[in-house]
């Protein structure tokens, strides 16, 4: 049997020749190679460990595989051929770059390669060929980079040349692959004195206790950091993976107005009881103040109990100074326009609108990022800690629009100065190029039971997609509805 011939090349990658392996390795003639890098979903790379037998580097750990094109092969085929041959394995390989090393072998021979270095994706265990192969493991790079410097003489050669080389390379194709998946956080969970467990009973939360009146799904308000749930950015927080990569996260236009701030905030909110009459301030006042957004919000109710009303507004011809005597009074209902909603019902909350979500109603809220809140009334009731909430009356008086109209908004399309939302009634399957919208989709699942770009969607959830992502798809396994919300 003829021994296999490697392409031998000069340095700008042409051929100049061919030679046997072996020959190629006794002389150290340059030739042409590559290696290939297969990654999990959690961004963990295949290693095989070289099967006892082989001339050269025996039972060492290396990349997924490395091999040498045959004549007239390209690099993608030459790459998924030995992905078969040795890992019994497909998917789909990508070129990131190619680099000269040259690695003497305690035996004499030397490996002298241009290398093609491909990546691929895959959640498939192997199907090792023990002629090649006498062991696997999937392992971070992290871990690998520690253990590489712990145990150097575990590793071939040509791998640690390779790793080192491109290990920064490896974590941005990683950042840039796993951008364009929907990421998931962890909700951060809020007790209220007027919580509830709707979020729990309706939305399958596992909610602390059953006074929990918030569940915030993305946030980047201080101190209430969203933490990635799991998969490549598990443990990382919002504010991280904006700071690190910035428009590829939320859309140039979107980084070029707001920075390292997120923009939005995103809640659930279960009302058992009354919330305290309250109102918010506009941008202007909320960063002379507070150095902060203002908080403009939207609600979008989920569920609510026979009688549930919004309180949004005064009533018409309400003056301030009417305004002053009802509220020396403790008497504010009289003059505050009462809705009653039902689900499906979405009510746009601008700055300076007196409002209060009434009992018995569970929504989802979009806002501004901001925490600001002047409390008016509370309905004379203590806090969890058994103490009066403070009120901010004087603050809440600069900030009332005493003119502000009740604004329910109705339609598939909702535009805000401060975001947008498709309301999305899903009975089949769903798909949108969004590769030119260059902003970040969150998606709240308000009902059913979804796949969205393969990543499981139920009630009470919410994702992220970075800007990056090309398209939504999105598999309905049991018809609902999806807010997508965007700017």
Known sequence: MQEEQVILVNAQDEVIG???????????????????????????????????????????????????QRKDEENISAGRRRLMEEMGMTTKLKEVFHFIYKAPFDNGLTEHELDHVMIGFSNDNPVINPDEVMAYKWESLDKIAADIQ???QHYTEWF???????????????DNYFLQNPIKFKPIFKEKPWG?????????????????????????????????????????????????????????KNYKKYGDDFPLLIKYIDAADDLSIQVHPDDDMAQKLHRSFGKNEL???????????????????????????????????????????????????????????????LLAEVQQTSDITYRIFDWNRSGLDGKMRPLHTREAL??????????????????????????????????????????????????????????????????????????????????????????
């Open 196 to 252: 509830g467990n709707k979020l729990k009973t309706v939305l399958n939360k596992a909610i602390p206790s059953d006074k929990t009146g918030e569940s915030w799904e993305i946030s980047t308000v201080p101190h209430n950091l969203s933490v990635v749930q799991s998969g490549y950015f598990k443990g990382q927080n919002l504010q991280e993976l904006l700071q690190k990569h910035e428009a590829a996260l939320i859309g140039k």
């Open 398 to 487: 600069k900030a009332l629009d005493f003119n502000a109209k009740i604004d329910k908004r109705t339609g598939r399309y909702i535009e805000t100065p401060y975001f947008k939302i498709d309301r999305l009634q899903l009975n089949e399957n769903f798909s949108q190029d969004i590769a030119n919208l260059d902003s970040f989709i969150i998606l709240m699942n308000t009902e059913g039971y979804f796949e969205v770009n393969g990543k499981l969607f139920q009630k009470g959830e919410s994702l992220l997609l970075p800007a990056v992502t090309s398209k939504l798809e999105i598999n309905t396994l049991q018809k609902g509805h999806i807010l997508k919300i965007y700017l």
């Open 150 to 152: 712990t145990h150097p």
């Open 299 to 361: 609600w979008h109710i989920i569920q609510a109990d026979e009688g549930a009303c919004l309180y949004i507004g005064f009533k018409e011809g309400i003056t301030k100074n009417d305004y002053i005597k009802h509220l020396n009074e403790g008497n504010l209902l009289p003059i505050i326009n009462q809705i009653p909603v039902k689900p499906g019902d979405t009510f746009y909350i601008p700055a300076g609108t007196l409002h209060a979500i009434g009992k018995g109603i």
């Open 160 to 174: 640690k040349i390779i790793f080192k080389n491109s290990l920064n390379h490896l974590k941005q194709e990683l």
């Open 18 to 68: 061919y030679a046997s392996k072996m020959a190629a390795h006794e002389k150290a003639l340059l030739h042409r190679a590559f290696s290939v890098f297969i990654f999990n979903d959690k961004g963990e790379l295949l290693l095989q460990q070289r099967a006892a037998h082989k001339y050269h580097s025996p039972r060492l750990w290396t990349n997924t595989v490395c091999s040498h």
